[in-house]
């Protein structure tokens, strides 16, 4: 399958026409931003290493019974996916206090939940992708209350199978934000990656940070962690 038109050029990926109108290729770049696109950087391989820690995730999240836009790896920096209709909604699970609910709510950073916690955020770069509730989206018409419903039910399943997916990996997964749409069918799927770009990740035993936040923070191995959780899915599923 080749790429045709570039349809959408997001901050870490591109995305392509196909000559099937139901799928697109994906690209991802090397870039990293943060803050709403205030902070950029970038390391070579970036790209390489998220396709395919996505591409593992989303295999392992499909073994779980989870529908996914995944298709098929194209290559090291490229992959076949279903065209997805995205609902612009940022899903974000947490089990763990970190990022921006310490800071709206003035809490310490490690606290673990009950039970796991769930928001949407207004995909809207323009307007800084603003926290929104569930009644808002409804009268946004960004989805209906039985979508908000499906969306927050398959949230937290994927929750489930990605705190097992890390667990075998020594990782403790804080959060993760997703994305989802309408496939051709009109069913919810996930799409969009799961990477550390997108989870915050802590070593098990050190509760070091494996994740985005080296960059965010400016921790100083931004690259080296993201290598580091590769290397141990490529270690823990080597024939996925
Ligand atoms: P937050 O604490 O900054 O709200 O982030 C929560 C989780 O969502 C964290 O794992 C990072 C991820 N995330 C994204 O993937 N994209 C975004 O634009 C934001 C704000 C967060
Ligand atoms: N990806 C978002 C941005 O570029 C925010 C983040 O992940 O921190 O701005």
Known sequence: ???????????????????????????????????????????????????????????????????????????????????????????????????????????????????????????????????????HAVALKIATREQIEEITELAFKINESLIKIFDNIGIRLVDFKIEVGFDKDKNIILSDEISPDTCRLWDKETNKKLDKDQFRLELGEFASVYNEVYGRFLEKYPNI
Do not use: W
């Not at 995944?70 to 076949?80: D, G, N, P, V």
């Open 1 to 135: 399958m080749e790429k045709l038109d570039l349809l959408y050029v997001g901050k870490a990926k591109k995305v392509f026409k196909t000559e099937d109108e139901n799928l697109c290729i994906f690209e991802y770049k090397d870039d990293a931003t943060a803050f709403n696109g205030e902070k950029k950087g970038s390391f070579d391989g970036k790209g390489i290493i998220n396709n395919q820690i996505a591409n593992i995730i989303f295999k392992l999240l499909e073994q779980d019974g989870i529908k996914t836009h995944f298709i098929k790896e194209l290559s090291k920096r490229e992959t076949l996916v279903k065209k997805v209709d995205i609902i612009p909604l940022e899903v974000i699970v947490r089990n763990i206090s970190a990022g921006s609910f310490c800071k709206r709510y003035g809490i310490k950073e490690g606290i673990i939940f009950d039970t796991p916690t769930l928001e949407f955020s207004y995909k809207e770069d323009s307007l800084g992708d603003p926290l929104i509730n569930d009644y």
